[in-house]
């Protein structure tokens, strides 16, 4: 069960559980998504909703979407969490569904801040290299590892080393 169908079968027990359960599910750790396989999606920003426990984007997926040759020789910033930044970008492929929009979420607005990550507008341009579902399946939706804004990475999994 995907993670936005456990939340709506759990909707009616987090009601008798004093309203903490569809709070609980909402944050997640990285453990619902497919971490071997990491996509690439860019596109412009059409809803953004900044708020905790993470920011979330809505793209709107460029056509045609191309993996970036430069894509693995991109310097990603050290970040607390042990991440192999070069070696996770150069794993990066484009999805094999063809939604036109998926749902971006980044880190917690705290972490974002510790970033300086600009707040995201509808309409920015954007790029992501994150996680989906296994086989992609559920919902169209990334957990971003790195975000691509102008010419700055931002590294998401945790804070700036």
Do not use: C
Request: charged letters at 20%; a positive charge; aromatic letters at 8%.
């Amino acid at each position: 069960m995907q993670r936005r169908d456990l939340m709506r079968s759990g909707a009616a027990l987090g009601l008798g559980l004093g309203g903490w359960y569809p709070a609980a599910m909402a944050h997640h750790g990285w453990s619902s998504f497919d971490q071997t396989r990491p996509l690439y999606l860019e596109g412009r920003a059409v809803a953004v909703r900044w708020r905790n426990p993470h920011a979330e984007v809505t793209l709107e997926l460029a056509q045609p979407l191309r993996l970036p040759a430069d894509l693995a020789q991109r310097p990603v910033p050290a970040q607390m969490a042990p991440v192999d930044g070069p070696a996770l970008l150069a794993r990066a492929v484009l999805p094999t569904r063809r939604d036109a929009h998926w749902q971006i979420e980044l880190a917690p607005l705290g972490r974002m801040a510790l970033w300086q990550v600009p707040q995201i507008q509808p309409g920015t341009a954007l790029a992501v290299v994150g996680f989906t579902f296994s086989e992609e399946k559920g919902d169209a939706l990334l957990r971003a590892e790195y975000l691509f804004l102008g010419d700055k990475t931002y590294g998401l999994r945790s804070s700036p080393a």
